[in-house]
Each structure stands twice: as structure tokens, then as C-alpha cells.
């Protein structure tokens, strides 16, 4: 009964591949997030969903972009996909607004790019 | 802008002492604060939160502070255990625009030695 799960775990792609990576909350949340650890471990916000509509969008490439089809779910696909990308994205979910409540978070999708 | 920082970035302790995690801010403005634990290859989890209101929050063996008005927060580990090994980060919500994403600090390596 994992609350914020995120599949897959692991991604090892070439460059300029393009890739998705998704992620289902079951907690009944009504914002979502996307954030990347960089190798440095820095955690940096890159887009947040509040009931499916986008609310804060990072200054991220365009070769990014969130899909959110209902409140539960919000996936995230990589165009062109270059080394820099190489990171570990981690989705996470909050009760409320954007503004309020605790985030919990899921495993983390560890993404190489050869 | 928010700014989140931590210092040191690792610390090493014998087993059984209690010790203080420090975290500071640059915008006393904000909405809450939480602490998070990241264990080697894992997502975080969650440990406590401290709204704006709040002064401090307890949780077993932990003990959170805030201090608004100095931007400044403490996480407090009584009589440490080599379970608590781990990276522990502090991450700040603001109220509106660009501060109203949670803004993360680099986190604390624990080490805890038997």
C-alpha cells in the first residue's frame, strides 16, 4: 500500500532518447510534485500540480514536460535527452494547496544517460 | 529569493550522544518548515513539520525548533543510535509566488558510530 510510488526505479538510456517516468499517489492529495537530486544531492523543485492544473514551473527546458490526467497521477516525459539530465527524480505529494500540509514523497527514479 | 543552508554538511558522533542539526533561512517569511530523512538510495521521509505558528514539534527521540524571527531552526536527536544514520534535510514553504514552493537546504550526513 505504498502512498507515492514511482516506476521505474532505474533508467539507463543514450542520449538523446526520449523517456517517461511515472508517478501514482493513492493518498488522496490534491498537489503533486516533481523535484531532481543532482549528484551534489541538492533537491531542486521543478513543477507542481494542484488538481491536475500546473502551478509553479521551475525554470526547467522545454524537453520536459508534466502530464497530470487526474489529481492521483503525474508523469513526467524527457525529450532529447541529454548527460546533464543524469540525476535522481523524486515525486511527492501534498494535502491542500501548494501553500499547506505535509509533503511525503516517493522512492526516487534513478535516471543515467550514456 | 529563499535560501536555505546547513551547516556542517556531515558529522560523525559516538553512539548515545545527543547532538543538534542546524538549519538557517534568508526570508523569515514562511509558511512552515520540515525536516526530512534521506537514507542512502531512498526517497525522504518525512520527520516533522513546524508551522509558522508553531514554535516547536516532538516526535520520539526528535525535537524540531523554529525561530522565525532569526531564520533559524534546530533539529534535536536525543541519545543517538547508529539507525539514525542517514542525510537529514530542512526545506522551507513561503507564502506566495516564487517562495511558495518548498525550498530545501543541502542536508546534514549523520553518522552515528557503535
Known amino acids: 500500500d505504498t502512498a507515492v510510488s514511482q516506476t521505474p526505479k532505474y533508467l539507463v538510456t543514450q542520449m538523446g532518447n526520449d523517456k517517461s517516468i511515472k508517478c501514482e499517489q493513492n493518498?488522496?492529495?490534491?498537489?503533486m510534485y516533481w523535484y531532481k537530486q543532482d549528484s551534489k544531492k541538492f533537491l531542486k523543485i521543478m513543477f507542481s500540480?494542484?488538481?491536475?492544473?500546473?502551478?509553479i514551473n521551475e525554470t526547467v527546458p522545454n524537453r520536459f514536460s508534466p502530464k497530470s490526467p487526474d489529481k492521483a497521477h503525474l508523469n513526467l516525459h524527457i525529450n532529447s535527452l541529454e548527460l546533464g539530465d543524469s540525476a535522481v527524480y523524486f515525486c511527492?505529494?501534498?494535502?491542500?494547496?501548494?501553500?499547506?500540509?505535509?509533503?511525503?514523497f516517493g522512492e526516487g527514479s534513478r535516471l543515467t544517460v550514456l | 529569493k529563499q535560501e536555505v543552508t546547513q551547516i556542517p554538511a556531515a558529522l560523525s558522533v559516538p553512539e548515545g550522544e545527543n547532538l543538534v542539526l542546524n538549519c538557517s533561512f534568508t526570508?523569515?517569511?514562511?509558511?512552515?518548515l520540515q525536516w526530512f530523512r534521506q537514507d542512502p538510495g531512498k526517497g525522504l521521509t518525512s520527520l516533522l513539520l513546524?508551522?509558522?505558528?508553531?514554535r516547536e514539534q516532538t516526535s520520539g527521540r526528535l525535537n524540531a525548533s523554529l525561530d522565525k524571527s532569526s531564520g533559524r531552526s534546530t533539529l534535536y536527536i536525543a541519545a543517538s543510535q547508529p539507525g539514525d544514520s542517514a542525510t537529514y534535510l530542512c526545506?522551507?514553504?513561503?507564502?506566495?509566488?516564487?517562495?511558495?514552493?518548498?525550498?530545501f537546504g543541502k542536508g546534514i550526513t549523520l553518522s552515528v558510530r557503535p
Open positions: 511527492a505529494s501534498s494535502p491542500g494547496t501548494h501553500r499547506a500540509g505535509e509533503l511525503f
Open positions: 493518498l488522496g492529495h490534491d498537489t
Open positions: 500540480y494542484n488538481n491536475k492544473e500546473l502551478i
Open positions: 526570508d523569515s517569511a514562511i509558511y512552515n
Open positions: 513546524i508551522q509558522s505558528s508553531q
Open positions: 526545506a522551507v514553504k513561503g507564502y506566495t509566488g516564487a517562495n511558495s514552493k518548498l525550498t
